[in-house]
């Protein structure tokens, strides 16, 4: 029998096409959006041999059981937190004083599943020097707990860094917890972990489901970065752990992202938020600290956390809601601009009662088809009346959205599908005029250091850049 055959050959394409079909099925069924699910079906019944293997990478998702695990074990920690006495903000002090701001957000109360705080206090770090210079000092002066939480962290100088003082603190007798993301952190070497478990460091990657088919599912990572120091000190926004989030990695240096860090009752909600993550790792509690008193006055933020296992689509009603409460501007720095139909609708809305709607994006790609997609969005902004900027000297990696004259949003969220839907993300809402004075003011700093896109861009745009842009919007939803 001739193994190399021409029947042969057509017994395997046959077998592909039918086991795309199959997969088809299982996409229209269990993929989250009608969008996704056209994406993916269209492509496994036609080219199976080019996505069915992606597709068990990044589709099978076995999203209604993973939601109920995740669910039950998110009750499950918050019943063991109940008995804590946990929750600072019962006491009528500490919840939000009334700001007309804050009510243009008519669905954040409910959406958020922690409340709006008083008493906190902010400060914005501008790059990734500020921010470690900042967390490490934070985490040099701890005295309780350590809680640290990352996407990436890599084995390199500032990761060496992070591993030697997490050791000093735990030495010291402070307990350490640390939380990076499996996938994310995939480079990260199994020694670096080691050392910090032999030196007493509370060790966990975040693994969506345990099982060998599991190894294989990217989707639903946790993209949240979060610091919490003694429960009074936490920070929260886009970098990593990584020598390319302090610039120093050519060809995407200088690297452009934004912190922030914060003193107060929020902090509690930055802590609760990592306890879920933890304990879905661990199926254990990390120390949950609450200071006696905060001092009164400061600004009102909000915790935002947000998953695919949410009663909503809590990101992406975020964008929608934060849009439409904008009377004057809403400006976005994202580097991922593939946003879907609700928020494109909220932003053309935007410009048609007059708002100041600017969205800044990268002008170097660190991920080509992502970059394709976005483009092809960028260009239809535009068209919409929508002011779309590059930024030129480097990557542009951070995620900050600023509303009007008080409202500002800084955290871990792009405006893409995979953080609407599939990550775990996490924003910081603050509503204070001096505070969005000192965002504002540093966005123009990179608005200063970027070209407008015009509209002639898209026309000037080659064809065959044109045609591949189309192709990487058609899988926009599963990237």
């Known amino acids: 029998m001739d193994y190399f055959g021409p029947h042969v050959f057509g017994y395997l394409i046959a077998l592909l096409h039918t086991l795309g079909s199959i997969a088809a099925v299982h996409a229209v069924l269990t993929v989250r959006t009608a969008q996704g699910s056209i994406a993916w079906a269209l492509s496994l019944v036609f080219i199976p041999y080019l996505t069915l293997i992606p597709y068990l990478v990044f589709g099978r998702s076995t999203f209604d059981g993973y939601i109920k695990a995740r669910r039950q074990a998110n009750e499950e920690m918050r019943k063991a937190i109940s008995e804590l006495n946990w929750r600072p903000w019962v006491e009528e002090a500490l919840t939000a004083r009334a700001s007309k701001a804050y009510a243009s957000l008519r669905a954040m109360p409910k959406l958020g599943r922690a409340p709006c705080l008083a008493n906190n206090q902010v400060r914005l770090l501008v790059n990734g020097q500020a921010t470690f210079e900042a967390i490490f000092q934070a985490i040099d002066n701890a005295r309780e707990a350590v809680l640290v939480q990352f996407f990436i962290v890599h084995d390199d100088q500032l990761g060496q860094r992070l591993q030697a003082l997490l050791l ?244 871990s969220a792009n405006l893409d599908n995979r953080s609407f839907r599939l990550n775990f993300e996490v924003m910081l809402l603050t509503v204070d005029i001096a505070f969005a004075c000192e965002v504002q003011q540093m966005l123009e700093q990179d608005f200063a250091q970027a070209h407008e896109v015009a509209k002639q861009e898209s026309r000037e745009t080659h064809r065959l850049q044109k045609i591949g842009m189309r192709i990487a919007r058609l899988i926009s939803p599963i990237l």
């Open 168 to 411: 000093k603190k735990a030495a010291e007798g402070v307990a350490v917890y640390l939380l990076y993301d499996r996938i994310g952190s995939h480079s990260l070497p199994h020694r670096y972990v080691q050392a910090l478990r032999d030196g007493g460091v509370h060790v966990k990657a975040f693994a969506t489901r345990s099982g060998w088919l599991n190894r294989f599912q990217v989707n639903f990572r946790n993209h949240r970065k979060i610091v919490a120091v003694d429960g009074v000190l936490g920070f929260v926004g886009g970098h990593n752990v990584g020598d390319e989030y302090l610039g120093e990695k050519p060809p995407l240096a200088p690297w452009r992202d934004t912190h922030v860090e914060v003193r107060g009752p929020v902090v509690a909600s930055m802590q609760e938020s990592f306890a879920e993550d933890w304990f879905w790792a661990a199926r254990s509690l990390p120390p949950l600290i609450l200071p006696d008193t905060y001092p009164d006055g400061g600004v009102l933020c909000q915790l935002l956390a947000s998953g695919p296992a949410d009663a909503y689509e809590t990101c992406s009603l975020f964008f929608v809601e934060a849009i439409h409460a904008a009377n004057e501007r809403i400006w976005i720095t994202t580097p991922y601009f593939i946003p879907d139909e609700a928020v494109f609708a909220a932003l053309r809305l935007a410009v048609l009662r007059g708002v100041d709607v600017r969205i800044l994006l990268p002008s170097r790609p660190d991920h080509k088809i992502v970059y394709a997609a976005s483009s092809l969005y960028a260009f239809e902004a535009v068209r919409a009346g929508v002011r779309v900027f590059r930024y030129e000297p480097g990557f542009l990696h951070q995620k900050v959205v600023l509303i009007d004259q008080e409202i500002s949003a800084i955290g």
